[in-house]
T-cell receptor, first 114, second 115 residues
């Protein structure tokens, strides 16, 4: 089954404790992105990758890091989480826009930072 | 800067009614527009994808239209059912000034279909 898999689904952590949210896709997509969803603000792009070793900042990249060492994986790293990073996070993948691709989203990771 | 607006923010209808959800965007330079469904606390399920060169797409009881020149899209749901209750999001895909791509989302329409 074609899918984007995120782990964990739920995570509660303390301020300052480094964490990684994993994302993997099995569709051989070139493009992968991370979004966060907050009440009243909607979905906003955090980081974006067009291919292996190619990443770019989105609208809200502060406090996050990403890496794209393999085509299928795109982990999101919070080096020193803070309470304002409490949110619902989504990973997504797609073929390039020129090939008329649509995005496939993962099931989400609900992160709480206390 | 691309902005996507969805009206109404919430909609409540009786079962069986046909309904229309609206999405507008400010910049017509888009690759495509995608409609998603989101159940509470869950992920996004893609419903329909309309390319910038297309006018509409259909899937079952759903029909989405796109008028790129006026910056508008509609999602038509026929014969609504209680299982259609969810938040519906539209998103436009575009290339940023820096050459990367992103989806810009509206804030969604929360639909409730009453039995």
């Amino acid at each position: 089954e074609a899918q984007v898999t995120q782990n964990p689904r739920y995570l509660i952590t303390v301020t300052g404790k480094k964490l990684t949210v994993t994302c993997s896709q099995n569709m051989n997509h070139e493009y992968m992105s991370w979004y966060r969803q907050d009440p009243g603000l909607g979905l906003r792009q955090i980081y974006y990758s067009m291919n292996v070793e190619v990443t770019d900042k989105g609208d809200v990249p502060e406090g996050y890091k990403v890496s794209r060492k393999e085509k299928r994986n795109f982990p999101l790293i919070l080096e020193s989480p803070s309470p304002n990073q409490t949110s619902l996070y989504f990973c997504a993948s797609s073929e390039p826009g020129q090939t008329f691709g649509g995005y496939t989203f993962g099931s989400g990771t609900r992160l709480t930072v206390v | 800067k691309q902005e996507v607006t969805q009206i109404p923010a919430a909609l409540s209808v009786p079962e069986g009614e046909n309904l229309v959800l609206n999405c507008s965007f400010t910049d017509s330079a888009i690759y495509n527009l995608q409609w998603f469904r989101q159940d509470p606390g869950k992920g996004l399920t893609s419903l329909l994808l309309i390319q910038s060169s297309q006018r509409e797409q259909t899937s079952g009881r759903l029909n989405a239209s796109l008028d790129k020149s006026s910056g508008r899209s509609t999602l038509y749901i026929a014969a609504s059912q209680p299982g259609d209750s969810a938040t519906y999001l539209c998103a436009v895909r575009l290339v940023t000034q820096g050459g990367s791509e992103k989806l810009v989302f509206g804030k969604g329409t929360k639909l409730t279909v009453n039995p």
